[in-house]
């Protein structure tokens, strides 16, 4: 499977469950970023 991940700056509902099970994310993984030129939007 193949796709792309753009970070929109909502954080998941499902995050809490995430941390309460041991797995770290990054702080800013979910963090709005303008897409670079040349990005898809």
Do not use: C, S, W
């Not at 963090?31 to 040349?38: I, L, P, S």
């Amino acid at each position: 499977m193949a796709g792309e991940y753009h970070a929109t700056g909502v954080r998941p509902k499902f995050l809490d469950a995430i941390h309460a099970a041991g797995i770290q994310l990054p702080a800013g993984m979910f963090a709005y970023r303008k897409n670079r030129q040349g990005d898809r939007p």
